[in-house]
């Protein structure tokens, strides 16, 4: 073992927060078992092994690297409700099914997989895994009855490319036509990734309240007019491989009536817009702020 650090201090609500970096973890020094009130912890490296080992009260998982298959991710605690980690630390799809119950995801994507996780992999946050679920009817992980085919828990997901943005197999068109599922998701934000369609915005849940999303073009009205109808903050990012770009937007007037009439904000990194006239403000939606 060539380093370990636990860091600990408590929040003003005295909730346990712990932080633990591995440089080199081997099973036989054994920093667990950590509190079992602990709620939040952000850690270094993890694998199979050190998920069985984590406190079953966690909520919060933040994690920085290493491997989780799917013998690891049935024995994460069933009280997770956020996780945040590389998408490449689960190593295939199956792994997936095991948290369904996560209400808030952040995963962030270092390039295509490096195991064999494919472009299907959010399918399986609505299935269950299948050779634990012979009952499609129940949800052994929340103790809920569970519909098959659908997600109730998740309320939250953002993916971000962490390098400059690139095509990115596992945000493609399977990506948006699995997004349905999610019957509760109000929150999407997909940053810095290059090659997705403007004609995939009608894949947009009509739940959603607040989306981020990284296009190859500006949208337009008839796809504008697809955008979630209850839909309050929108920020939309032409990009193109390698770079985000400030283009010249050929929008009208006319098109800015196609934006759900419910936003409050909203923001399109346009450098320029050529096409648009004194007579905009008419066709803006009535609370959106300026």
Known sequence: MRHIQIYCHFSILKQPEYTLDVDHFQRKYNVFPLPTK???????YIDDYMCAMLPPGLQVLVISSGLITRNGASKLPKSLTSLTADLDVFDNNESMSYLR????????IFGPPRHKMDSNWLSFLYHPPSSSFPNLNHDCVSGCTYIAGNNDHLTSLTIESMHSPDILPQVQKP???AL????NLKTLKIQRCAGISSDWLCLIPQNVT????SLSTAPTASQLSMLPTCLKYLDLEVVEVGDKICFEC???DEILQSLP???HQFCINARDFPNLTKHM???LPPNLQI
């Open 38 to 44: 602990l709620q939040y912890l952000r850690i270094s």
């Open 180 to 183: 349905q599922h999610f019957k």
């Open 101 to 108: 119950h996560i209400t808030n995801f952040k995963f962030l």
């Open 261 to 263: 009439r419910s936003l």
């Open 175 to 177: 990506f948006f036509d």
């Open 210 to 213: 607040d989306l981020e999303l």
């Open 281 to 283: 403000y008419e066709y």
């Open 250 to 252: 050929d929008w009208t």
